[in-house]
């Protein structure tokens, strides 16, 4: 099904991100949930199957009809170009949706582990936000999230929140290409990427986990092969690719 909605804001997120929040245009409260996306067809292309691009939702269902989504300019790009350059407060998008099977387990394990990149941080802040507001404290989650430099850093101060709502919620950040970070501000930092992360942390197995990972297939398809070699089976291990 087809909905519209308007930009309300533009925030900027980080030097190449920004959270663009919107809403639906329609009389009815739009459900989704946590982990799903949109599709919005943009004006890029005569053909439209060339002008969709989705994006996961990065907030929870609300009477407001409030969408947020965290978008990353890609030089070249053309959707994300569109977004950054072309669309402003006011600006009314078309989109279908929600779409997508990546949710929360239906049955929650002991522990989960969400591990991104970039903005495939958003299905795991919708998700936490989910969690808080039907007040789930007693599973043990772990979201490893990686990045190239510092400032590339999302939801930062939310994530580090997230640690009096959960009983035990561990925030692990890996940094690809810079060597510092101030300690006082964040105290689970690594250089390099994610994967040395969970090898490390989950190298025995643990039972009652789920791994759930997002972002593009660089990362993602490399972790889905190394918690296979380390014996982690494939019911255990949820992903979504952007590509
Ligand atoms: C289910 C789903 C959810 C998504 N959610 C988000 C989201 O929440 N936020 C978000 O920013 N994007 C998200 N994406 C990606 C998004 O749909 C677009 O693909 C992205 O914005 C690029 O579109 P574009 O038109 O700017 O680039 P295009 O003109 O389509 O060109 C992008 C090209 O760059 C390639 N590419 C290679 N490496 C990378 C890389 N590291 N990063 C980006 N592109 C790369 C792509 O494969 C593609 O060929 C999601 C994708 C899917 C399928």
């Known amino acids: 099904m087809w909905h519209e909605a308007t930009v309300l804001r533009i925030d900027r997120q980080s030097p190449n ?4 929040t919107l809403m639906v245009l329609d009389d009815f409260m739009f459900q989704f949930k946590p982990g799903q996306f949109i599709t919005l067809d943009l004006p890029i292309h005569e053909k439209r199957r060339l002008r969709l691009r989705s994006y996961s939702i990065a907030n929870i269902p ?18 994300s170009s569109y977004l950054f350059d072309e669309v402003k407060e006011g600006h009314i ?29 958003a299905p795991f802040r919708s998700m936490l936000l989910s969690l808080r507001e ?3 404290r007693d599973i043990a989650i772990h979201l490893i999230f990686g990045t190239r430099y510092e400032d590339g850093i999302l939801f930062r101060e939310e994530m580090k929140s997230f640690q009096n709502d959960f009983d035990y919620f561990r925030y692990s950040v890996a940094l690809s290409r810079e060597e510092y970070i101030s300690k006082s501000t964040n105290p689970d930092v690594h250089k390099g990427y994610v994967h040395s992360i969970y090898q490390k942390e989950y190298a025995d197995i643990h039972k009652n986990i789920k791994f759930l990972l997002c972002g593009w297939s660089g990362m993602v398809d490399e972790a889905v092969a190394n918690l296979k070699k380390m014996g982690y089976e494939e019911r255990d291990v949820y992903y979504e690719l952007y590509g």
């Not at 991100?17 to 663009?20: D, G, S, V």
């Not at 998008?93 to 990149?117: A, M, N, Q, R, W």
């Open 93 to 121: 998008l078309s989109f279908k949706g929600p779409g997508g099977v990546f949710t929360l387990p239906k049955v929650l394990p002991e522990k989960l582990v969400f591990i991104c990149t970039g903005t495939g941080i």
């Open 17 to 20: 991100t920004r959270l663009f």
């Open 62 to 79: 609300n009477k407001e009809n409030i969408l947020q989504l965290s978008i990353t300019k890609l030089e070249g790009g053309k959707g």
């Open 134 to 136: 039907k007040a789930i």
